[in-house]
């Protein structure tokens, strides 16, 4: 029931910015987190950032600490990740999900325990 949408990718140079939107609709419960996981050609889902609604608590992969901010709105159903200094190996297909509610155990760093996932939104980076 939950879609989700992202936007703002597009092609930088390194160095550069780019902030992606991601807007959550049809949502029925409240959600637990939101998060950004990013997907190269060729390699595995992983993680980039998250935020825990609650708190407001953010959690970054080491690999864009210090370089991305995870932002959001939950009263919207909003997610931004601001994304600076970018690096080619940032160049990736960058997915918002959700976890639609949380189950004990979980963890904000797995794929799998995310419910609902947007289309994606691809992101290049030259050298």
């Known amino acids: 029931q939950v879609q989700l949408v992202e936007s703002g990718g597009g092609l930088v140079q390194a160095g550069g910015s780019l902030r992606l939107s991601c807007a959550a609709s049809?949502?029925?419960?409240?959600?637990?987190?939101m998060a950004w996981f990013r997907q190269a050609p060729g390699k595995e889902r992983e993680f980039v950032a998250a935020i825990g609604w609650s708190g407001g608590y953010t959690y970054y992969a080491d690999s864009v600490k210090g370089r991305f901010t995870i932002s959001g709105d939950n009263a919207k159903n909003t997610v931004y990740l601001q994304m600076n200094s970018l690096k080619p190996e940032d160049t990736a297909v960058y997915y918002c999900?959700?976890?639609?509610?949380?189950?004990?155990?979980?963890?904000?760093?797995?794929?799998?325990?995310?419910?609902?996932w947007g289309q994606g939104t691809q992101v290049t980076v030259s050298s």
């Open positions: 049809g949502r029925t419960f409240s959600s637990y987190a």
């Open positions: 999900a959700e976890v639609g509610k949380y189950s004990r155990g979980s963890s904000l760093f797995s794929d799998s325990t995310y419910d609902y």
